[in-house]
């Protein structure tokens, strides 16, 4: 899969503030500059991402959503909802479903990116986040098949939100990819959008780690820096195209 594949609209949902610019931003800002509509869902606020003595959870709340906004805007991402569940305790249950499938009917999406809620261990000085998982599981379950289901959440009808099916699903994660995207052209956004989440950087710069994270999954391909996805395609080009009417 070498050709570079612009969906008319995507859509990341994650769990925290941060967490699209660790894994997907630099391909997210090469679809903002193709034109694409771009939305970005954080199930949480990351509200106990803040580790400082007398932080409450509201003013981390404003904190992070507020570095979150700059973030995106950076990346050229107008549109960021919070859904703002309890940070540290995301559990795939069937309302974040049902609020994910909300936004997937209102949004429309061609596309989800999200983690992959398989990974438990990355690497060996690393345990992936159980929000992470969290949120990973309760968007696979939304786009498929709640979302496209016109007798599943039957109440979000009386909204104008009918079914829709996202064509394609990018998920990011370390050890199962096969779409390498170029994001030579985007790295400098992706470091400077992580910058924005001030609260999380502190006194470390990000710039050297997270360049040779993309050079390595860069290496042996024509591109400097790179981000990776495993896609699974739900929906061919006919049968997208005929349910959107094109």
Not at 107 to 127: C, L, N
Not at 193 to 199: D, E, I
Request: charged share 30%.
């Amino acid at each position: 899969m070498s050709a570079f594949y612009v969906p008319e609209s995507a859509m990341a949902i994650v769990a925290h503030p941060d967490d699209i610019e660790f894994t997907c931003v630099g391909t997210m800002a090469r679809w903002v500059k193709a034109g694409a509509r771009i939305a970005y869902v954080l199930c949480t606020s990351g509200d106990v991402g803040i580790d400082e003595p007398g932080m409450t959870r509201a003013r981390a709340t404003e904190i992070r959503e507020a570095e979150a906004r700059a973030a995106a805007e950076i990346a050229g991402v107008k549109e960021v909802i919070f859904l703002r569940e309890p940070d540290g305790l995301l559990q795939a249950t069937l309302e974040l479903r049902r609020k994910l499938v909300r936004e997937i009917r209102r949004f429309r999406p061609e596309m989800v990116i999200t983690g992959d809620p398989t990974i438990v261990f990355a690497g060996d000085d690393y345990i992936n986040h159980p929000d992470h998982r969290a949120a990973s599981t309760a968007a696979l379950d939304a786009v498929f098949p709640a979302a496209g289901q016109p007798n599943l959440f039957e109440d979000l009808a009386a909204e104008g939100l009918g079914p829709h099916k996202p064509r394609k699903v990018y998920v990011t994660g370390r050890g199962q990819s096969e779409l390498f995207v170029n994001i030579d052209e985007t790295m400098d956004i992706k470091v400077a959008a992580l910058r924005a989440h001030r609260s999380q950087m502190k006194d470390w710069d990000p710039e050297e780690r997270i360049k040779n994270w993309a050079q390595e999954r860069a290496k042996g391909k024509e591109m400097n820096y790179a981000e990776s996805f495993r896609v699974v395609t739900l929906l061919d080009d006919e049968t997208w195209a005929r349910n959107n009417h094109r």
